[in-house]
């Protein structure tokens, strides 16, 4: 526990913790002080000026929250009319060269400065001289579109760059009003964050290309998410919305604050990989040649398993832990073997020091938690002695050449649920399409044993049927969440209800973290 | 009313830069005295003596040393202030030129004082033919034992690095400076930390202008005493005047503080020029807020005298305005020089300064009205104090004397429709 | 200031010559960091060209190792380095107050008038550059005109044309 200090904001005495800046130690009792270009990755800098407060017998009686530690007995004045005055004037030095074309601007209801206007300024423009102009639609390269007008030079992308990805893109050239961010001609941005100072950036100098002019901010709906593009499982908000009469649509993934896993970023890739549950997708059922209804086609799958014989499952090391577990429990059912091969799922040396890893698998501590076998000769050895194949979501292309999987299931029946559509299953003599990460709700366990659960986001018009209802429909012994973490609960260190996980998720015994690795 | 000759000493002194000759003259005679002494006691030398930075802020030098932090176990820096860029000075450029070994030696005693073994003169782009003279000093100084690994045959090592600006008049500030040093945009740097605590690559640092550091070896030398022998209680010494504009002797000239402004123009600077009449005077540099003619008369020029007058001694850069000045085309003058040198890192400023410029051309073209005034003034107390460093206070507070001095010449502009020629040669 | 964003690019690669890489390599010992040789090596770049091309940046960037981004920062935030080429003879008038309160202007007029410059243009010829610069530290003996960097000071018309007239 940090050290508690008391001070005073306009005079109500509160306990804040001591050392941290003013801006984030009062901000943590709920009291905001206006800032554009302190964030708190990036630390202060202290030249937006938006953050200035009063020091009642301070010395000097004027400074920047940005850079002013808690200390006890401060007595910080915010509510006092000369730092409203202040406020308003800052405010309005901004906006005077600020294009303010907010009607076009993707920012908008989501920017600094139009909030920060409604706040603490509300004044009708003074500014009666032409304004600065300068660049506008620059390409900056990663999908990163600037403007030069809208830009309040924060610096915070700058930071970023220099700072976070070390790659050192941005400046900040000339100098006066005249300042402004760009690239050295022929280096534009050039790393796997670029589109962090998206979100960085306090007004809409930096755009995505991808989502620009795609949706007003207002009608998005956020819903909190997982990425699943790797084993970081970083902490994501999924944007989406369903127009009139539509289908629902994910318009952008962005990062969620997550102290223990991701900060206050994800990367690029991850951010893109929206895209994959918009595209791509499995449809329909399919027995045979014969599109079929997802009850039909599952009726069939029921006959077979009933048939007896050697079954595999094949579990996918991105699939949530209420899934594997429903699966193993009809596996163990069936007297069936599992298998979650995946090496292909890992591109070693594709990972680095930030938060990208090899492993593009959201939920391999899962698999290995709930100890099932991910070997290739285990793999090799339970399929070989099958009759019958269910892979559960799998994307073995990944790991084995269309020639191996050619061969392997030649003479053997598959049976795949699939999300997506995939070159294996035009092998597999039924097909039923399940929902993908971002159509059902779950918990996944990341490289670093850190345990996330998210909801359901997006509800398409014909919801994909989630594969822990289909495999409890084939006749698993968990039926219900509930359930599933009757049976997950007994795994160490694992809640009996996934309610009561963290947002930021829940970090299981030291054993697990040791899975931090590339 | 005369000159004083202390920092000046040598410069009428043919070939005083050089070496030998600057030896003769009793160059580097204090290092015995100095290497006897501790450096704490150099420092109470120093403190005693009432020195006062006279790189503008008149902070007393030997009170700014004692800041330093005591074995951090992180070297010491001594950066020298020689921008020089505040208009309306020139006085440094005197020193580097005609004497730049009282310079070095000023630098040794503090180092010494300091415990610094690294100095970096920052000197502005402008100083061409300076930089070569003041670079030709230090190689002779190194050649001779002045600087180098054993300075003056005492185990102390003291290095010299001129390290030259490239334009930018905020680079003066001390934490500017330092940034230029370190080889970014010379942006300041929010204090606290005091550059005595994390300065130059984050270590402890201590900066000082060309002057005060030449003061040194005279204090050191004759003593504290002597040296508060001249100027006043609280501004002693002597400082090299710089007194340009509508005088007919405009030029530099080392006086003693204290001396009564009006007086110092009229004998010294030979009065204003062409027999016409005095309309104002800028007493430190563009900076400071203008005095009228009756304020000049009362005022003297030190830091007590200035400071009741609601102005400041700042760098010593006088300028003379006689009755013909069009006040409203300086003020555009003004703002223009800040605008274009404002770093533009805070808001108030890089914003502030570009719209004040925008209302006083408006104003000029005689296209404003008398809210823009209004406004003109209002701006200079939205911008000024509420930013990382004060050249936005430094353009704020002299134009904030105008209007408030010549309020008439303002509205002239905004109620006839005609603007002046004067005003408009400046666009 | 005015918008220096734009660099100029050669087309051809840049690189010390041996002069300023001694000179350089020189420089690198005088400093704790490799970022403080950005605003030295800039001038050493336009010592060499007389100005500071794209590739001079680049190439300083990467001789440092920092980053282009950083150069480009300092080559447009000191209004010293040249971006473009100057004129044989780059004449800086001095536009600040003490200057212009003797008259400066007269100078540039003259410049602009009879010889056709304008601040921030090379001639023609490609014989004259001109640009107002702010206070040269000079007041004293004002209007001062630094030409190829030499000061020239107490300038009038008459002197100015005497100056121009000296030069081959
Ligand atoms: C905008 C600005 C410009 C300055 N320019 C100079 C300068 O050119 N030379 C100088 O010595 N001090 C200058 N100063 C003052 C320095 O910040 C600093 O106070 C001084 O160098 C300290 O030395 P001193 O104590 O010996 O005066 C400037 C300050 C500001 C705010
Ligand atoms: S682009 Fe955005 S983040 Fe970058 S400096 Fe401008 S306002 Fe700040
Ligand atoms: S006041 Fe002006 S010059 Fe000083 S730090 Fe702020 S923007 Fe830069
Ligand atoms: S947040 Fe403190 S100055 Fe910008
Ligand atoms: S004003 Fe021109 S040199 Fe100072």
């Known amino acids: 526990m940090a050290d508690m200090v008391k001070l005073f904001v306009n005079g109500v005495e509160v306990e804040v913790e001591a050392g941290k800046n003013l801006i984030d130690a009062i901000g943590a009792v709920g009291i905001e002080i206006p800032h554009l270009c302190y964030h708190p990755a990036l630390g202060a800098d202290g030249n937006c000026r938006m953050c200035l407060v009063g020091i009642e017998d301070g010395r000097p009686p004027l400074v920047p929250a940005c850079k002013t530690p808690a200390m006890a007995g401060m007595k910080v004045l915010l509510d ?97 009003d005249d300042a402004r961010v760009n690239i050295f001609p022929g280096r534009p941005l050039h790393n796997r964050y670029a589109l962090n100072v998206v979100d960085l950036c306090p007004v809409g100098a930096m755009t995505s290309a991808d989502f620009r002019f795609q949706q007003r901010v207002w009608f998005l709906k956020k819903s909190p998410g997982v990425c699943h593009g790797c084993a970081r499982g970083c902490s994501i908000t999924v944007d989406h919305n369903r127009e009139k009469e539509q289908e629902a ?6 990062p969620r604050h997550n102290p223990l896993v991701n900060g206050y970023f994800i990367c690029d890739s991850g951010r893109m990989s929206y895209k994959a549950e918009e595209e791509g997708r499995l449809n329909e059922a399919r027995h045979g040649r014969l599109a079929r209804s997802v009850d039909q086609a599952l009726l069939a799958v029921a006959e077979d398993l009933a048939q007896g014989g050697k079954i595999t499952f094949i579990l996918s090391p991105d699939s949530s832990l209420e899934q594997m577990v429903t699966i193993r429990a009809l596996a163990e059912k069936l007297g069936a073997t599992l298998s979650g091969f995946s090496d292909g799922w890992i591109i070693p040396g594709d990972g680095d020091d930030f938060l990208i890893r090899d492993d593009k698998a959201a939920n391999r501590a899962g698999l290995e938690l709930l100890g099932i076998d991910c070997s ?11 009759d019958l194949v269910v892979n559960c979501n799998n994307d073995l292309g990944r790991s084995l050449s269309a020639e191996e999987l050619g061969q392997l299931f030649q003479s053997r029946r598959l049976i795949s649920f699939a999300s997506h559509r995939r070159e294996i299953d ?23 044993g850190i345990l996330q659960h998210f909801p359901r986001a997006v509800v ?11 495999i409890a429909r084939l006749g698993s012994p968990l039926q219900s969440e509930a359930d599933c973490w009757q049976e997950l609960a ?27 690795q590339p | 009313m005369e000159e004083v000759k202390i920092l000046s000493a040598k410069f009428a002194i043919k070939d005083a830069h050089k070496l030998k000759v600057a030896k003769k003259h009793g160059a580097y005679a204090t290092l015995d005295k100095l290497f006897a002494m501790a450096p704490v006691d ?10 006062r930075g006279r790189g503008g802020a008149g902070f007393p030098a030997g009170v700014k040393w004692g800041f330093l932090p005591k074995d951090t176990g992180k070297p010491v820096y001594l950066a020298v202030n020689s921008d020089e860029s505040e208009p309306a000075t020139f006085k440094d450029r005197y020193i580097l030129v005609k004497d730049p070994h009282l310079l070095i030696e000023g630098i040794i005693i503090c180092s010494y004082a300091i415990g610094s073994h690294d100095t970096y003169i920052y000197i502005r782009g402008e100083y061409t033919t300076q930089v070569k003279a003041l670079q030709a000093a230090i190689d002779e100084a190194y050649k001779a034992g002045y600087l180098g690994d054993k300075v003056a045959g005492q185990d ?60 040194l070896p005279y204090i050191l030398d004759k003593g504290a005493d002597a040296y508060r022998a001249y100027g006043t209680e609280k501004s002693s010494g002597t400082h090299l005047f710089g007194i340009s504009g509508h005088v007919e002797r405009p030029g530099m000239y080392e006086l003693p503080l204290g001396l009564p402004l009006l007086e110092v123009i009229d004998t010294i600077a030979g009065g204003v020029w062409k027999g016409r009449k005095l309309k104002g005077v800028i007493p430190g540099g563009s900076s400071t807020p203008v005095l009228l003619p009756e304020e000049a008369k009362t005022v003297t020029l030190d830091y007590e005298s200035m400071a009741a007058h609601k102005t400041m001694f700042g760098s010593g850069g006088i300028v003379v305005l006689d009755e013909t000045v069009d006040i409203v085309a300086l003020v555009k003058n003004l703002i223009d020089f800040y605008h274009h040198e404002s770093c533009g890192q805070c808001t108030p400023c890089r914003e502030g300064l570009g719209w004040m410029l925008k209302l006083i051309k408006k104003i000029l073209r005689g296209e404003g009205s008398p809210a823009d005034i209004d406004l003109l003034r209002e701006l200079c107390d939205n911008i000024e104090m509420k930013t990382v460093c004060v050249l936005s206070a430094a353009c704020t507070m002299p134009v904030r004397s105008y209007l408030d001095k010549f309020r008439p010449e303002f509205e002239a502009y905004v109620t006839k429709t005609n603007a002046s020629p004067a005003g408009l040669q400046q666009e | 200031m005015s918008d220096r964003s734009e660099l100029i690019s050669t087309g051809k690669p840049f690189s010390f010559d041996k002069k300023r890489d001694a000179a350089f390599e020189q420089l690198s010992k005088r400093y704790p960091t490799r970022e403080s040789l950005i605003l030295p090596a800039l001038w050493l770049t336009q010592e060499q060209e007389g100005w500071v091309c794209q590739e001079a940046i680049a190439y300083i960037a990467d001789r440092i190792g920092t980053f282009a981004s950083k150069v480009y920062e300092a080559a447009t935030f000191y209004t010293m380095y040249h971006l473009r080429p100057t004129g044989r003879y780059h004449i800086c008038v001095c536009r600040t107050l003490s200057c212009w309160l003797r008259g400066k202007q007269e100078i540039v007029d003259y410049l602009r008038n009879e010889l056709s410059l304008t601040p921030g243009m090379v001639s023609e010829d490609g014989r004259y550059s001109l640009e107002e610069v702010e206070c040269l530290g000079h007041c004293g003996s004002a209007p001062v005109v630094q030409l190829n960097g030499e000061f020239h000071e107490d300038m009038d018309v008459e002197k100015l044309k005497a100056l121009l007239a000296s030069l081959q």
């Not at chain 1, 035009?426 to 670093?448: H, K, L, M, R, T």
Request: charged share 25%; net charge neutral; proline share 6%.
């Open chain 1, 80 to 176: 006092a009319e000369h730092i409203r005055k202040i406020q308003r004037d800052v405010m309005e030095l901004e906006l005077i060269n600020h294009p303010t074309d907010c009607p076009v601007c993707d920012q908008a209801g989501e920017c600094r400065l139009q909030d920060y206007y409604m706040s603490y300024d509300r004044r009708q423009s003074r500014m009666t001289v032409p304004q600065v102009v300068k660049g506008k639609k620059m390409a900056f390269g990663c999908g990163v579109v600037h403007d030069q007008e809208r830009c309040v030079l924060c610096g915070r992308c700058v930071r970023f760059c220099r700072q976070i990805t070390k790659t050192g893109e941005l400046g900040i050239i000339n100098r006066s």
């Open chain 1, 249 to 254: 649509r994910i318009y952008r993934l962005r």
């Open chain 1, 376 to 386: 290739r000769t285990g793999f090799t050895a339970a399929v070989e002695a099958a």
């Open chain 1, 426 to 448: 035009n092998q597999a003599e039924i097909v039923i399409p399940v929902a993908s990460w971002s159509e059902y709700a779950g918990s996944v366990i990341n490289c670093q």
């Open chain 1, 460 to 470: 398409r018009n014909q919801p994909p049927m989630e594969l822990v209802e289909l």
């Open chain 1, 490 to 516: 007994r795994l160490p260190g694992l809640p009996a209800d996934p309610a009561t996980i963290p947002t930021e998720g829940l970090q299981l015994n030291d054993n697990e973290a040791a899975h931090d």
């Open chain 2, 42 to 51: 150099v420092i109470d030398e120093v403190k005693r003596s009432g020195l």
């Open chain 2, 156 to 215: 102390y090592r003291i290095d010299v690095t001129v390290h030259r600006g490239a334009g930018a008049y905020v680079c003066g500030e001390e934490t500017a400076l330092l940034e230029s040093i370190e080889g970014k945009k010379g942006q300041p740097r929010a204090k606290p930390p005091f550059p005595a605590v994390a300065g130059l690559y984050g270590c402890p640092t201590i900066i000082n202008n060309v002057q005060s550091i030449a003061s």
